[in-house]
């Protein structure tokens, strides 16, 4: 699209001044109109009025009704013979004026002689008026002498007749080029008479070469340089003031072809189609597409780079002896060290007594003070041997206050990165299998805990923590207390079986279900007999809390396989993998 | 070989930033009030917002964050929302909750990867009945959460820049003389406000709790308060239950004695393997 901008640059207006329009006086531009204010209604209903006038005049009827100025008898006019003080030629020209005005001027001029005949036009003085002057604006012209323009002034392509009728037009019409060119008519050999117009196409009537079509460019360029030629003969270029100069830069620099192209641009730009306008703004707007994707990926990169690459070594905050202040980094260092001595035994034979090993050993199980001396003298020595200087280290040590504030915190073993309080929080409900999970989950929903912890900070975790594992004990015991229940339940029933059995009764169906129903199940299981499903279910509340413990249950139960021969069929049934061995081991044995 | 200093961590250190991750949603004028606004489709009946920010007067956020993404239900225009500097918002309307993903991208300095938290858009009143009473009252509901972004073993550089000074410039950044000294001056709590010149600057909770800090050392000391009850609570019926299983534990040594070694380990095996069948 082209802004105010580029039309100003077509233009070769330099952005904001208007250095070109040399001599031309600016006009001032008229106010803008004051809206009209709508008279004779209040102003509350004005304003009611809004930005549009409203649709009905309003008519004031003060102004209808207001009495006649009253101004005393009709004034008397006078024609005026008056001569034009801008005009050299004396020429007599008549208008209307206010007689006692022009009473008074004739007074004036002619020293109060006034021959009092007013009535005719002959014998009335005439004026001398200086009112028209003001409108005659004379242009600065840059003037020469003759041998001026033989120094300095000649061109190829013109001649001195051509530039001064070129500088008498310019003169004429005040800087107005486009007048200029559309009047600029010259006619070589000084003829410009209207009777030899005719035949200055003629050979013979032309002394010089035949008249070129100028183009404003033409023109403005003779004329520029003319102006800067003279300028700088007239004040050198060191004596220039800045206005000066920059006036006489911009004269200089005047490139009639770049004003051409300039010009053929222009005219382009608004010759062009809609479809073209569209088509423009269309590529404009996927060029900034375009960069700003560009932009995006670069700053991207860039951020990659930087995590990628090793930025600049900060050698002040690098810690050097922080990691021997650790038992644990003491212990690599001297390790370390010990093979380098190896090392150096293997090269150079055998070791020279109470070496330098005895002594870090020593000096490493020393008291801290000592320590601290001793991971100095050894960092020295790794100095030398790996030839790597380790940077200078500033301690990392804030005060317990600055700490605090700060939020920082010492632990004794982290894995560096990012984390979320609330992750922790979450994990700490995770128990090792799902059900148990979920079993942790209802009990702190029973508690009326729920389920995100508004605060995950590190001290509500940590009793949190405790919570959790409270309640993960309290489980376990009463997994464990459910379990022997359902064992007691069975040897109750088998005790009361084993009574009825040796009163010589059947065992009663229905007395006491969950005793009487596990004693039925017991004594299929001893005949062979796959117990079926609801037969299961009776079991009761004991295996209620299942798979948790299944693992150790289920090391029991290989025991019990292995043993009881008699349950062999039902082992075989089972299809947890766990007990597949134990369960083919018992069949073959009961094959035997 | 040791690392390279520049990805040099400090070691055994944990620094610690509070975050509010939340949304906030307010009803919108229902189709045709002509104070709903224009160019929102006739179903949308909310108007939500969903945030990152910082406790107020905490050191700034920009320390450690660079930019955050949200990632808002599929359907909505350009779903992936970044924000390159505060406030990291995104608001939008519409009429169903969600979860968004917001992504932390965290400064260079810390060569950290960036991390995906998740927040449920509530738009609808929940909580408690005074909670829901609020929300009506006010017309807005809000769900925020506490996080607690932990920066374990940092690096040389961020350790730097999470314990300077100038983390509170951004406070008192852009003020100055008269409207300087009425931040400075005393908080509606009658204390210097936190972050101030003569308030408390720290990266922990506020203090004390109010109406518009809804996170602060009172509500973490009640929280921890309430999970010690629980703890309490817990510990009785532990005690209960180790009673009745020793009690259990008696009755069951005895019937073992009196049914004799096989008897036991049948129905040991049995009170097990009946479980182990389920599965």
């Not at chain 1, 509340?541 to 349950?567: I, L």
């Amino acid at each position: 699209m082209a802004t105010g901008r580029d039309v100003r640059d077509i233009f070769g207006l330099p952005a904001g001044s208007d250095a070109t329009k040399t001599a031309v006086p600016k006009r001032a531009k008229p106010a803008a109109p004051a809206k009209p204010r709508i008279q004779g209604v209040a102003r509350e209903v004005a304003a009611l009025y809004g930005e549009r006038p409203p649709p009905v005049a309003v008519y004031e009827e003060k102004k209808a009704y207001r009495p006649k100025r009253n101004t005393g008898p009709a004034k008397q006019w006078v024609e005026e013979r008056f001569t034009n003080q801008a005009r050299s030629d004396g020429l007599v020209l008549r208008h209307w004026r206010r007689k006692d005005e022009w009473e008074k001027l004739v007074a004036q001029q002619q020293d109060g002689d006034i021959s009092m005949d007013t009535s005719s036009l002959e014998v009335q003085p005439i004026v001398s008026r200086s009112d028209f002057v003001k409108y005659n604006v004379e242009v600065d012209m840059p003037t020469f002498t003759d041998e001026e323009y033989d120094a300095h002034l000649r061109s190829d392509d013109w001649s001195r007749e051509e530039t001064d009728y070129l500088l008498s037009l310019v003169k004429d019409y005040a800087y107005r080029w486009p007048v200029i060119w559309d009047r600029y008519d010259f006619q070589p050999g000084g003829a410009q008479g209207p009777q030899e117009k005719g035949d200055s196409n003629a050979l013979s009537t032309m002394p010089f070469a035949p008249t070129k079509a100028r183009t404003v460019e033409d023109l403005k360029a003779r004329f520029y340089d003319i102006s800067a030629r003279l300028m700088r003969l007239r004040i050198p270029e060191v004596q220039m003031d800045a206005e000066q100069y920059q006036l006489y830069e911009t004269l200089q620099k005047y490139n009639p072809h770049s004003e051409r192209n300039r010009k053929e641009l222009a005219a382009a730009l608004m010759n062009r189609s809609m479809d073209e306008v569209k088509e423009e703004e269309f590529l404009l707007t996927e060029l900034q597409r375009i960069n700003m994707a560009a932009s995006r990926l670069d700053a991207e990169r860039d951020e990659l780079r930087a995590r990628l690459e090793t930025p600049i070594p900060n050698p002040g905050n690098a810690p050097g002896l922080q990691s021997f202040h650790t038992s644990a980094g003491l212990q690599q260092l001297f390790n370390q060290l010990v093979a380098q001595e190896k090392n150096k035994k293997k090269a150079a034979g055998p070791p020279a007594p109470g070496g330098r090993l005895n002594l870090s050993t020593t000096e490493a199980a020393g008291t801290p003070t000592t320590n601290g001396q001793a991971a100095q003298q050894l960092a020295a020595n790794r100095r030398t041997s790996m030839a790597q200087p380790p940077p200078p280290t500033p301690v990392r040590q804030l005060s317990p206050q600055a700490e605090y504030r700060f939020n920082v915190s010492t632990h004794d073993r982290l894995t560096s990165g990012v984390s979320f309080g609330s992750d922790k929080l979450l994990k700490m409900r995770q128990a090792k299998s799902n059900v148990q999970t979920q079993k942790i989950a209802a009990a702190l929903a029973e508690l009326g805990i729920s389920e995100i912890i508004s605060i995950p900070t590190s001290r509500v975790a940590e009793v949190f923590e405790q919570l959790v594992s409270k309640v993960g004990k309290l489980l376990d015991v009463r997994k464990v207390r459910e379990k022997e229940e359902g064992e007691c339940r069975v040897l109750e029933a088998m005790k009361a079986q084993k009574e009825a059995k040796e009163n010589g009764m059947p065992a009663v169906e229905g007395s006491g279900r969950g005793n009487a129903g596990s004693a039925a199940a017991v004594k299929r299981e001893e005949v062979g007999e796959t117990p079926r499903p609801e037969e299961m279910e009776v079991d009761g509340e004991g295996e209620e809390d299942a798979d948790g413990e299944a693992d150790e249950d289920e090391g029991r139960s290989k025991r019990g396989t292995s043993e009881a021969v008699s349950t062999s069929t039902r082992a075989r049934k089972r299809s947890a993998s766990v007990l597949s061995q134990a369960s083919t081991k018992s069949t073959k044995r009961a094959r035997k | 070989m040791p690392a390279p200093p520049a990805n040099k961590r400090v070691k055994n250190k944990r620094i610690s930033r509070n975050i509010i991750i939340g949304s906030e949603a307010y009803n919108l004028p229902p189709v045709g009030d002509p104070t709903r606004p224009k160019g929102i489709p006739d179903d949308h009946t909310k108007r939500w917002t969903v945030y990152v920010r910082q406790p107020p007067g905490d050191p700034d956020i920009r320390a450690w964050l660079n930019k955050v993404q949200f990632k808002i239900f599929n359907t909505y225009e350009n779903p992936l929302r970044t924000c390159e500097s505060p406030p990291f918002e995104v608001t939008e309307t519409g009429w169903g909750g969600f979860n968004i993903d917001v992504r932390l991208h965290f400064q260079p300095i810390s060569g950290e990867k960036a991390q995906y938290r998740q927040h449920f858009l509530q738009l609808e009143k929940y909580g408690d009945e005074k909670m829901q009473a609020m929300q009506e009252r006010t017309g807005c509901v809000r769900s925020e959460f506490l996080e607690v972004v932990q920066f374990n073993e940092p690096t040389e550089a961020l350790f730097e820049a999470l314990t300077s000074e100038s983390q509170w410039d951004y406070l008192t950044a852009g003020m100055k003389g008269a409207k300087k000294a009425a931040a400075m001056a005393v908080g509606p709590n009658g204390r210097p406000k936190r972050g101030f010149p003569n308030g408390e600057r720290t990266a922990q909770l506020p203090e004390k709790g109010g109406e518009d800090v809804p996170f602060s050392g009172e509500g973490e000391d009640a929280l921890i308060a309430l999970i010690r009850e629980k703890i309490g609570v817990v510990q009785k019926s532990l005690e209960e239950e180790t009673k009745k299983r020793e009690e259990t534990e008696k009755r069951l040594k005895d019937l073992r004695a009196e049914l004799g070694h096989d008897a036991a380990q049948q129905a040991a095996q049995q009170a097990s393997g009946d479980r182990s069948r389920r599965r």
